[in-house]
């Protein structure tokens, strides 16, 4: 397979990951063991097919990671209502999620939803100039519909995605100078905006990277896999052991990297979940055990 190459074994020997225990997902006893390799992936695109938002063509190597034991954190700019739907389907049990681009993180079973972070947002944008708040319309001034409308998501799934906690995303309709100082006032208290796609979205700055940071040290993970199709996955690719770039027909994707030529960041030949079931069997098969 082209892309079974250049593994280095330091990254994550085969010594290390043979020690893990195969365990199932959602063992609670399992959940704060000494974890040897845990995967942590994004969802559209990625795991989830571009289109018809189905995982079945890397449902083989879903399996694999259950069988192993192997915690699969998923990744995502959904909320936590969003997830969790997703979440019980590929029974994942325990396991937490990164959730709104890294601003939060969703753990099953937790019934305390604290908003607190969004309450912030939503007041930091109260605060702003007239002219720069009225430019900019976030989720939480739209109704249920109007978010189905611009995201072309059902209305039940549309107000899942309003069921915010860490972050705002919203369509700025002013100009680009504007949309420059609506920033800078924004980081004047404590909250940055960032465009991703079509929608700008405002959090107190926490990334992917640092919510698989925060998980692999809760888990004690020795080796950390991620995968991603989008810029907004950069910086959660390069902070994993092994980054694995899934192959994007639908957008930008990712330009080069470092690391690519020694081998800790890689790309698939294959977009979406065929391509990622391509790279998750790859590095099961080099350190196997």
């Known amino acids: ?73 998923l990744a995502t700019s959904k909320t936590a209502a969003e997830v969790a739907v997703l979440h019980k389907a590929l029974n994942l049990g325990h396991w937490p999620a990164i959730v709104e681009n890294g601003a939060g993180i969703y753990r099953p079973g937790d019934k305390d939803a604290d908003d607190a972070a969004y309450t912030a947002i939503r007041a930091a944008l109260d605060r702003l100039p007239a002219e720069l708040r009225a430019a900019f319309t976030g989720f939480g001034d739209m109704t249920d519909a109007k978010v189905a409308q611009i995201t072309g998501l059902p209305l039940a799934s549309a107000q899942r995605a309003r069921q915010r906690q860490h972050s705002e995303p919203g369509l700025w309709h002013g100009s680009d100078p ?91 030949t294959h977009p979406g979940p065929t391509g990622w079931a391509e790279a998750v069997l790859a590095i099961l098969n080099e350190i196997k055990d």
């Open 178 to 268: 504007g949309r420059a100082s609506f920033q800078h006032a924004l980081a004047g208290l404590g909250i940055q905006a960032r465009s991703g796609g079509r929608f700008l979205t405002l959090s107190h700055g926490r990334t992917k990277a640092d919510g698989l940071r925060q998980i692999a040290d809760e888990l004690d993970a020795r080796c950390t896999l991620a995968l991603g199709d989008a810029p907004n996955d950069t910086d959660m690719l390069q902070a994993a052991s092994i980054g694995v770039i899934v192959r994007n027909d639908h957008g930008p994707g990712i330009p080069k990297l470092p690391g690519e030529a020694q081998g800790t960041l890689r790309r698939t």
């Open 1 to 73: 397979m082209i892309f079974a190459q250049n593994f280095d074994p330091r990254i994550c020997s085969a010594g290390q990951f043979s020690r893990c225990p195969p365990q199932r997902y959602g063992d609670e006893k399992s959940a704060h063991r000494v974890t040897e390799l845990v995967v942590f992936s994004d969802l559209d695109g990625t795991l989830l097919d571009h289109e018809t938002y189905s995982y079945a063509p890397a449902q083989t190597a879903l399996d694999a990671l259950a069988a192993r034991g192997i915690p699969l954190i």
